[in-house]
């Protein structure tokens, strides 16, 4: 049985996914906090790009909260083109390009492999058609600061919505699919 590939991204109202620490937690509550709880339940590998690996594993190994009693034994699978030999904090390198890396991962047994971004890598992947789930929590606020997941650079591509959610927070959780016509030519 074939894995299933999700990313998950904090977003706010005009599309920036960086710089969460600036405007996610004054909404965030417990909601938000079960959903996370259960993706990250059902996953058992997760993939970063090298900029958010190094920035996490700097961070989350010392950390003590729920977040990191899941992320410091999880399998982590790090995009990379600079980084070699072997890597801590229960991390490898992923080999050769990313569509066949993600494939033979998928056949491996295991639960869900969760894309963890940063914004390149996941829009990268997300465009390629390797992300079977993508979950945008939309927070109600605007950013002038960071960078969108799909910005001007992206050309029109086309989701199927597959759930959402409000949030008493005031957040909507949207979790899309890439629709097989997704791309204009």
Known sequence: MSRTITAHMFSTLNGVTEH??????????????????????????LV?????WQEWSGYWP???????????????????STLTGELPWNS????????GYLGQLRQEPGGDIAIAGGVETTRRLVLAGLVDELTLTIHPVISG???RLFDESVPTTRMHLLNSTQTQ??????TYALRSDSADA
């Open 145 to 147: 600061e960071g960078r």
């Open 169 to 174: 927070a005031g957040n909507i959780v949207a």
């Open 48 to 52: 970063l790009g090298r900029t958010l």
């Open 20 to 45: 969460a620490e600036h405007w996610q937690f004054d909404a965030f509550g417990p909601e938000e906090m079960e959903f996370m709880q259960k993706m990250t339940a059902a996953t058992t590998d």
């Open 62 to 80: 010392g950390a003590q909260d729920p977040f990191a009693e899941w992320v410091n034994p999880v399998r982590k699978h790090v995009l990379t």
């Open 92 to 99: 490898v390198i992923a080999t050769g390009d990313a569509a």
